[in-house]
DNA sequence: TGTACGGGTTAAAGTAACTTTAAGGGCAAG
DNA sequence: CTTGCCCTTAAAGTTACTTTAACCCGTACA
């Protein structure tokens, strides 16, 4: 396999920046990356700055922004008029909806502890109408 | 509003259970809930059992796990000969997919805090193409 | 009596963010 | 020369719903 990085085959961009083929038309099909320059065979071939675009997007669907919320960024990392702090919002804003998941995930795995907690105690031979845990998460409210 | 337990509408079984009409309708169309009586109009109604199997399948979504979980779930607590305990072993997984979920959320919180400290600190007033938090997002693993 | 309102009904399309499938072309190695 | 891997496209599938369109029904009010 031939890497000269300026000209990449999908595979190797896709292997590089650790996302699927599949997944690299698609971005370019949605206009998050540009159409691709072809090779006389009408293959897509790319460079350096596509491998820097396309980790840029990888890395801010990996905090967990959204397709649109990276498409944003994309656009103001790429902009030498405008400041970064409109990203730098967005990123806060992550923070604090990451911290509320995070408290949501800990309640509910609380939760689950005793549901099996109970489930171990009260009914490890009995049927499942008589589990003690299955009766109270029939009950509504 | 009449709600005898026994011929809700749609309507307050979606309000007595916390769930959507579409959503309840949807569930009929999989299968997760049975075909539902109607009246002479042709309009669903439903039973205080009809409010305790969608308690229980609302339950189950809400500690995460999938339709089909949930599916199976159902059916092993309406089950009178089978035990519970795949259903703890099912609860006990998802504790442990939630706790890797929690690490992994917070190493990602770390990450984003970092980054918007770095912008703070070197970038306040720069374009994005100086912003360090962005270059350093561009940099291939 | 008429009509406006707040329910209910259906099927079909939209959503996110891809993945999978089908059906085919290109090219290098054995 | 054929096996195998990579590439191409468009279209359908996935999850778990939500939204929309177009319609029916019973009732409360003027």
């Known amino acids: 396999m031939h890497l000269s990085t300026n000209s990449m085959t999908i595979g190797t961009l896709a292997k590089t920046c650790d996302v699927s083929a599949p997944t690299i038309r698609y971005y370019e099909k949605i206009a998050l990356l540009p159409l691709a320059n072809r090779n006389a065979s009408d293959q897509r071939r790319y460079t350096a700055s596509d491998v820097e675009r396309l980790t840029f997007i990888r890395r801010c669907r990996d905090f967990g922004f959204s397709i649109e919320q990276s498409r944003d960024l994309v656009a103001l ?50 049927t499942g109408n008589d589990c003690a845990s299955f009766r109270d998460m029939r009950m509504p409210a």
């Open 77 to 126: 990392s790429n902009s030498t008029t405008r400041g970064c702090s409109h990203s730098r919002d967005l990123a806060a804003e992550r923070v604090t909806e990451i911290r509320a998941k995070v408290s949501e995930l800990k309640a509910l795995e609380k939760s689950l502890k005793s549901l099996v907690q109970k489930c171990e105690t009260t009914c490890i031979d009995g």
